[in-house]
């Protein structure tokens, strides 16, 4: 038989052809049981890599395997177009960036369309078709897409403003200052982990500096940055780096001294920032003095070259008492100055900041990673078990933990402190350019601190399914930690005008919370049936909440879909979502809707990594692009590795020696059954039985895993597990024709979910239906046959025990003896097992049970050691092995008809005895039955 290499390129194209010509994939209602599931739609920022691929892989997964359960499913998908990415890559365009225009044109790109896409919403238009046609559809997802819709559209756009108008209706939207990012080429930009804005720095955090005005004996500020203002009271001295040129600068009446990088930031938090063109050298500062304010100590400033003008101020207050560094810094200036103490510290003596770098060998400045390590064991032990001692005056007594903002909010009451942001790490926009921190007067931010919505949101979390478990449990800590969000930016970004001021736009996250419910009506929208002027509030309060009445048969049929689908069964998305959409995501449902229309579940999975473990991204380089990777490894073996390579809970490294496997591991399979449909016909009836048994075991695994969303155990017993049984038939010597057949049908049925293309164009061999189509396999508990389970089993443990024999002693055998335990033990074991699942095992009952038999006496000395070891030999068994000694088997007739299946493997004779004879003598008898109770194998 001439068996064709698998064509996974063009029996790919052929299968999406067919699928999306005969729309297959359009959700529809017929069954009166549904299935909603979506992924957190992508921001549209440029073209996308196999990272992106696992999550989307995912939900088409969950899809497909839903439908074939049964389950009208609604799988819909979207842009998230609102933000600055796509204005920031039209401006690339614009600048004529030399590596986006190479990557434009790589992608068959032509000159005069690149020019079209300074206009952001075409890149908007452009990459949503990329995504569906060279991504998506290239997959095989069968996403819905007659629902596509992205958030600029003129619909969506009424959609968040009434979801607005709600919000303030519950009185969830306030006002008050605010300090942002900000960009100085962009305006507004959102700083968090999706880095939806961001090329670095999604992990910032705003640090609150308290700016402390030291004053020189003119009059003039040295304004000190801290984030512990209570150190105040032990400062010794100040810092300044001699090499650096400070600037004079007027503030508010006042004249500070400042690094030239800090006035460019505090001209964008303080109202009147006027900079003077004195400029003052470090090292002129140098052995002048300042006083401390509320103290009013005079110290010297002294040179400190750590002293980082990119940072706050650029001027450090020393504190050797209690800063490492300072302290270090002290020692090697080799000035005469004695560190204040000021806080008590269990543990500690008169200088915690000296006994830490005694205790790590610190010696020099230039030990930064000691130095950290140092300043992390103080702080902690102060803010877990510090005291303010009787050097700070009133404020003696007070915990650390519990001071907060006291010493701060004296100081700035006293106009002697004032405070300033600054990002904990270098935050660069997509643009490339560095961010900073701007003061909004007036911004407007949506409530999530409400109590009463923080404790409705907590109870409902309760009552979702959500994976992985450990997010479940996280969520409710989440939900309390989240604060106030800044709902607006103003700028080039595009997005939904803010309804209540005028020129501003609503920042992306807070127009991607209800989104899901825009999926109902889209595919209306798309069809013409209803357009963006009739969605006004009156409509969105009859679809979504079931106010007021219907205007016509469209938005009745509308609200009856709406009905119908909503609320979701899985929201999925990346581990990047789990402190800033889902919760938002969560809130906003609990806020507006009401709780039968809220979200029902959330899948979080992980990321794909690069080398080293970070995450890829088209910024940082390194992500393979997906259409190159389709086209090298195909798109089922892309789907299953996604699927089987770990955990949807775990980062997994993009390896593409990895993916050629499972590209090798999809051509096996095409072969295999290839060669399985041409075997002559031959039955064997326990042979026949147990294969029967084992696919029903693995389609209830299969089913499980799929249920709970574990898809890794699901496509290994798939891809992996069944392969294994029928090449164990096949070398058994199994040909029962119809049984490999049907066997055949339901392993490709099997894997249709995970790699659809390969299962349709396998199944078409003998069908004209789609298989996509078809019922997915349930599990038939009167086909196992537990005697023909065990049976098998025991022959691959024979197998494997000879192998590993041979395997050691390396000789050639000439013959086998294989003695197969009494039956008594087997006897023993089993009772000994039932009372145990029954929580009732009882070794003295046993005994007086066996000693009721006169055969048992005779042989009391070996019954008892055996059932000594009882109880701690059923402990270590798994439920598998529990499971298979609680079935009886003749084990020494089972293996006398398998003796020549063994002769075939292992080329010699084979004699199977039962330890009831009492004739037997031979060295393997010797070696007692070990439990479980294994065959003893004697080789000669």
């Not at 900041?353 to 010696?363: R, S």
């Not at 060669?675 to 039955?683: F, R, T, V, Y």
Request: charged share 30%; with cysteine.
């Amino acid at each position: 038989m001439v068996i064709k290499n698998y064509d996974y390129l063009n029996i790919e194209k052929k299968w999406q052809q067919k699928w999306f010509d005969a729309k297959i994939n359009i959700a529809s209602r017929k069954k009166q049981k549904k299935f909603f599931i979506h992924f957190a739609y992508p921001g549209v920022s440029g073209y996308l890599h196999v990272g992106h691929m696992r999550g989307f892989t995912y939900c088409d997964i969950i899809s497909r395997y839903k439908r074939m359960k049964g389950y009208d499913v609604l799988f819909p998908a979207g842009f998230h177009a609102s933000g600055i990415p796509s204005v920031g890559f039209a401006k690339k365009v614009e600048r004529n960036d030399k590596e986006t225009i190479e990557l434009l044109k790589k992608n068959g790109c032509t000159d005069d369309f690149i020019k079209k896409l300074v206009d952001p919403k075409k890149v908007v238009n452009y990459f949503s078709g990329v995504y569906v046609n060279n991504y998506w559809k290239k997959f095989g997802f069968f996403i819905d897409y007659t629902r596509l819709m992205n958030t600029i559209s003129e619909g969506y756009k009424r959609f968040i403003e009434w979801q607005f108008h709600k919000l303030n209706e519950k009185n969830l939207l306030v006002q008050k200052p605010h300090f942002a990012p900000f960009c100085p080429n962009c305006g507004p930009v959102a700083v968090d982990k999706s880095e939806t804005d961001v090329s670095k720095g999604g992990s910032a955090e705003i640090l609150d500096f308290t700016i402390i005005k030291f004053k020189l004996k003119d009059g003039t500020i040295l304004p000190a940055a801290t984030l512990r203002p209570e150190t105040i009271f032990g400062v010794t001295n100040m810092w300044v780096h001699p090499d650096i040129e400070y600037q004079k600068v007027k503030i508010n009446n006042e004249v500070w001294i400042c690094s030239k990088e800090c006035i460019e930031k505090l001209t964008y938090q303080f109202e009147t920032v006027e900079i003077l063109m004195e400029k003052i050298p470090g090292k002129e500062l140098i052995g002048k003095t300042c006083v401390v304010p509320e103290i009013n100590r005079d110290v010297p400033i002294l040179s400190g070259v750590f002293a980082d003008p990119t940072i706050a101020t650029g001027i450090v207050m020393s504190v050797p008492a209690h800063a490492p560094y300072d302290w270090i810094a002290l020692v090697e200036s080799k000035k005469e100055i004695q560190p204040i103490k000021i806080i008590d510290v269990k543990g500690f003596g008169n200088n915690p900041a000296k006994e830490a770098c005694d205790q790590l060998n610190i010696t020099s400045q230039t030990e930064t990673k000691k130095l950290d390590e140092a300043t992390d064991i103080v702080y902690k032990k102060e803010f877990h078990t510090g005291v303010l001692n009787d050097n700070t005056g009133k404020y003696s007594g007070l915990q650390i933990s519990e001071i907060k903002d006291a010493v701060k909010n004296d100081l700035i009451s006293k106009k002697l402190a004032a405070t300033m942001k600054e990002f904990s790490e270098d935050v660069i926009c997509r643009c490339k350019e560095k961010v900073v921190i701007k003061r909004i007067p007036d911004q407007w931010f949506i409530k999530y601190s409400d109590e009463a919505l923080t404790r409705k949101s907590k109870d409902y979390a309760e009552t979702m399914n959500i994976f992985p478990q450990e997010y479940k449990s996280e969520i409710p800590k989440i939900l309390d930690w989240f604060d106030d969000r800044a709902a607006i930016r103003k700028g080039s970004w595009l997005g939904t005008p803010f309804p209540f001021k005028k020129d501003w736009i609503i920042e992306p996250i807070s127009d991607s919370t209800l989104y899901p419910a825009y999926y109902i009506l889209s595919n209306y929208v798309n069809q013409g049936k209803i357009s963006a002027k009739e969605m006004t509030d009156k409509f969105f309060d009859y679809i979504f909440l079931g106010l007021g009445t219907a205007k016509n048969k469209i938005w009745e049929n509308i609200k009856v879909d709406f009905d119908y689908w909503y609320p979701v069964d899985i929201n999925l998305g990346g581990k990047e979502h789990k402190t800033v959409h889902f919760p938002v995501y969560v809130m906003n449902h609990v806020a507006i809707l009401p709780r039968e229309k809220r979200p029902k579940g959330l899948f979080v999975h992980w990321w794909v990594t690069q080398q080293g473990r970070e995450k890829i991204s088209k910024s940082k380089g390194g992500a393979e692009p997906i259409l190159e990777a389709a086209t090298t490894y195909g798109v089922d073996a892309m789907r299953l590795y996604y699927a089987h390579v770990g955990s949807p809970f775990v980062d997994v490294e993009w390896n593409s020696d990895i993916v050629t496997k499972y590209k090798n591991r999809i051509a096996n399979i095409w072969k295999l059954i290839q060669q399985l449909s041409g075997k002559e016909d031959a039955a064997n009836e326990n042979l026949d039985n147990w294969l029967i048994s084992t696919l029903n075991r693995r389609i209830q695994k299969i089913d499980d895993a799929f249920e709970n969303y574990d898809l890794r155990v699901a496509s290994n017993e798939i891809f992996y597990e069944c392969q294994k049984d029928i090449q164990w038939y096949m070398k058994r010597r199994g040909g029962n024709k119809k049984l490999i057949e049907k066997f055949i049908s339901t392993w490709i049925t099997l894997m249709t979910p995970v790699t659809p293309h390969l299962a349709e164009e396998l199944w078409h061999q003998n069908n004209d239906s789609f298989i996509s189509n078809e019922t997915y396999p349930k599990f038939k508990p009167n086909e196992i046959s537990e005697k023909d389970e065990v049976g098998e089993y025991l022959l691959s443990e024979v197998t494997d025990d000879v192998n590993e024999i041979l395997k050691v002693t390396k000789i050639t055998p000439k013959k086998i003896h294989i003695y197969v335990s009494p039956a008594w033990k087997r006897e023993i074991f089993r009772k000994a097992l039932e009372m145990a699942d029954e929580n009732r095992l009882n070794i003295g009952l046993i005994m007086k049970d066996i000693m009721s038999d006169p055969n048992k006496k005779a042989i009391v000395k070996e019954v008892s050691q055996f059932v000594g070891k009882l109880p701690g030999e059923i402990k270590k068994l798994s439920d598998s092995d529990r499971n298979r000694y609680l079935v009886t088997l003749k084990e020494a007739d089972f293996l006398e008809n398998a003796k020549d299946y063994l002769k075939k493997v292992f080329s010699c004779d084979i004699e199977v005895y039962s330890a009831d004879d009492k004739d037997i003598y031979d060295p393997a008898y010797k070696v007692r039955f070990a439990i479980p109770l294994r065959p003893a194998i004697y080789i000669e």
